[in-house]
């Protein structure tokens, strides 16, 4: 892992773009010792730069907590293949007549899942070798069918929030039976983009023992600030 630029913020973060391979990534961290660890995954080819993500990473660094992203195959500046591209067309022009979209998502998304989880688990890694950052882990971020696999195969990682605002091919709706990790699941209720009847099938599917729910009335992007501060309070319960 190298790191390529800082930054000095507010509350004592800094923020630094490393890269780890050819895999591009940020890490913001707190001033203290030794800081549990979160991971923070986007989708839909949103760069890590993504203004909601960079807002919420700050905001929990600034709590106590050490935060990294990547930017996976195919998202921010990274390249698509060609059959990526070819979905994503196909996916517009779907959208744009009305017709069934769940098959072409099935074709890119999870293929994009099954890149990426060795990727995040190699971020893993080389973070967890990092003085000053400690286990367990958390996992927090919109991109939950990614979620759902790690939290599956990586031990490591204690707790997680998913935003319900994604699609969520099938492998990760069956294995959402396996993930048993304390949960926090945020939906809004009126979310253009994602039935409200599958997020509700999806977290009922899920094996956590404690899983949490919160609706709240709006569409996609949304979701009401103070969640980021129920957010936090949840990672303090099983991270800290």
């Known amino acids: 892992m190298q790191f390529t630029s800082e930054q000095h913020l507010d509350d004592g973060v800094l923020e630094r773009e490393f890269t780890l391979g050819e895999i ?32 919420r990473a700050r905001y929990t660094a600034a709590r106590g907590y050490a935060v990294a992203t990547i930017d996976a195959a195919g998202c921010g500046d990274r390249p698509r293949s060609a ?6 067309a196909d996916l517009r022009r779907a959208m744009q007549a009305g017709e069934p979209v769940d098959e072409i998502f099935e074709s890119f998304i999870g293929p994009m899942v099954e890149k990426a989880v060795p990727e995040w688990q190699m971020t893993l890694d080389a973070l967890l070798k990092m003085p000053g950052i400690a ?36 492998a990760q709706r069956e294995e959402a039976r396996q993930v048993t990790i304390p949960l926090l699941f945020l939906l809004q209720w009126d979310d253009e983009g994602n039935p409200r009847q599958r997020a509700l099938d999806l977290f009922d599917a899920f094996g956590s023992k404690e899983k949490t729910l919160h609706a709240n009335l709006g569409g996609h992007t949304g979701t009401p600030w103070f ?3 129920d957010g936090c309070r949840f990672l303090d319960r099983h991270l800290k």
């Open 135 to 170: 286990g367990p882990v958390g996992y927090s971020g919109g991109w939950t069918a990614l979620g759902i696999r790690l939290a599956v195969v990586e031990p490591r990682i204690a707790a997680a929030g998913f935003f319900a605002g994604g699609f969520v091919p099938r």
């Open 227 to 229: 969640e980021l501060e």
């Open 83 to 88: 059959a990526d591209e070819q979905a994503r």
């Open 24 to 55: 591009p990534g940020t890490l913001w961290t707190p001033g203290i010792t030794r800081a549990p660890l979160v991971l923070m995954a986007h989708n839909n080819g949103l760069p890590k730069a993504d203004p909601r993500l960079v807002a």
